[in-house]
């Protein structure tokens, strides 16, 4: 009688936003913006991607190269291959876009590990890249790709975000990836620099859509998610590729944000292949060595004792 006095006494002097955190189930978006340089978006007006920055970790200078392994072309294939798996090229074999010999079978996109930790996890991608989920999605409940005829990036990046806003109430998915094209495509068309107004526009739109989306996070509050932002590459001039000694192209960004996530820049070299490891650590998947991961997880507060 007397031990459970004491523990009744101690959950009323409980903060309540600590009981309310520890009721909300936990969630996780990878949200990929092809082609998007740091600097750009920190002069275009992106009010929702300013609020992510805020509310979470960053580096404007995440490498889309490690260290040990630089030989893949600095282009879209393996790019996002090291980004939904956290594991470098000369793993998963994408060196180009072309796809000849990928290893995704021993080194999976980051749901596999989600539904082999949490096998009653809903997990959900949305892309209109056709490559990421012909070659890299697996163990995926519910795949899209938004491409179709005429070709139109905006066009799929809009029903992109329109998929993802109505499947994130339908289905409440425990792993989400939502990819958005446009910006690259504006770069390759009129240049990856900030004072490309195209370019800058194609940032403004894609924030106009992303903030949709979190405002449809922001509706299940039953839920706490915490969201990666990361891009595949910069650019400069209207290409990327073969560019291992150009920092316009090696410098992605990585945004990790939410409640769980440590506030300000990152003081330590982060890498896009950190995103799954945080993704993951953050729903509670123990990592194994065994999947030979390059990445590890980055800007999640430590956890109170």
């Not at 080194?107 to 890249?129: G, Y």
């Not at 993951?280 to 999640?300: F, K, M, N, R, S």
């Amino acid at each position: 009688m007397v031990r459970s006095f004491f523990i009744l006494t101690l959950l009323f002097c409980l903060p309540l936003s600590s009981l309310s955190a520890a009721e909300k189930s936990k969630h996780v978006l990878l949200l990929g913006i092809d082609g998007c340089r740091f600097d750009a978006l920190t002069k275009a007006n992106t009010p929702n991607l300013d609020k992510l920055l805020a509310d979470g970790s960053y580096s404007s200078s995440a490498l889309i190269l490690g260290k040990r392994y630089q030989k893949n072309d600095t282009v879209s294939g393996p790019g996002w291959g090291s980004i939904v798996t956290g594991v470098w090229a000369d793993k998963h074999n994408v060196q180009d876009n072309g796809f000849k010999e990928p290893h995704f079978d021993k080194f999976p996109h980051f749901f596999h590990h989600v539904k082999q930790s949490m096998p009653e996890a809903k997990t959900l991608s949305i892309i209109n890249w056709s490559p990421i989920k012909n070659y890299m999605v697996s163990s995926a409940d519910i795949s899209i790709d938004t491409t179709s005829v005429p070709k139109s990036y905006q066009m799929w990046d809009d029903a992109a975000a329109e998929y993802a806003v109505d499947l994130i109430e339908k289905e409440k998915p425990t792993a989400m990836m939502l990819y958005f094209g446009e910006v690259d495509e504006a770069g390759h068309a009129h240049g990856f620099h900030p004072s490309v107004p195209e370019y800058i526009a194609a940032i403004e739109h894609v924030d106009s859509l992303v903030g949709k989306v979190l405002a449809t996070i922001d509706k299940q509050t039953d839920q706490q998610w915490l969201i990666a932002v990361v891009s595949d590459h910069g650019g400069l001039g209207t290409g990327h590729g073969g560019g291992h000694n150009k920092p316009e192209i090696l410098n992605s960004f990585l945004i990790v944000s939410g409640a769980a996530a440590e506030k300000g820049k990152f003081d330590e070299q982060v890498y896009i292949v950190d995103a799954v490891p945080t993704l993951l650590t953050y729903l509670g998947v123990e990592i194994d060595d065994a999947w030979q991961l390059d990445g590890h997880a980055v800007g999640l507060k430590s956890e109170s004792p």
